[in-house]
């Protein structure tokens, strides 16, 4: 009998603690669409071609592949965030003269006065208050949110393995 009481206690513990994480992954998610809201009405862009512009105007001319990689997007998805901003002469579509194979986007002008001009309040708030925490909280953070993305990565793909201990290493 106490064996069975145990292990109803155990699973709602285990229950009350997943339903935590949910709630503070949705207080994450609420914060970066209410973020995303603002950067649409300011720059009349959303927060992913946002993130991709200014990508681009830090890191120089990429291919789509590359700008995809680094803003942790399929490369489907980014063809037409980059068709977006092209339209709205943002960025443009080079042919490498060494590779016609090859396209580079890089920023115009008009784009690079729209990146000068996004800040990134949400990212930049947050880099300043988790500079503020002693490193081994940082490390510790950082740990379970790579682990927590590994799972969610794992769980909507079906070629991918995840270990806890691959996942925490840094």
């Not at 207080?27 to 950067?39: G, H, P, Q, V």
């Not at 998805?77 to 986007?105: F, P």
């Not at 590994?150 to 995840?162: A, E, M, Q």
């Amino acid at each position: 009998m106490k064996e069975k009481k145990i292990i109803e206690t155990r699973s709602k513990q285990e229950e009350d603690l997943g339903f935590k994480i949910l709630g503070y992954l949705r207080r994450i998610t609420r914060a970066i669409n209410l973020n995303s809201k603002r950067l649409a009405t300011e720059n009349n862009l959303t927060s992913p071609q946002t993130f991709s512009l200014i990508t681009i105007y830090h890191m120089g001319p990429l291919t789509l592949a590359e700008v995809a990689s680094k803003v942790h997007l399929s490369p489907s998805t980014m063809v037409g965030i980059i068709d977006r901003l092209e339209v709205k002469n943002l960025v443009i579509r080079e042919r490498s003269k060494d590779d016609k194979r090859q396209v580079r986007i890089r920023i115009t002008e008009e784009g690079k006065k729209i990146a000068k001009k996004s800040p990134l309040p949400l990212q930049e708030e947050l880099l300043e208050s988790l500079s503020k925490l002693p490193e081994i909280q940082q490390k510790n953070l950082s740990k379970a949110l790579k682990l927590l993305a590994s799972i969610l990565d794992t769980n909507h793909s079906s070629d991918k393995s995840l270990s806890a201990d691959e996942s925490c290493e840094d």
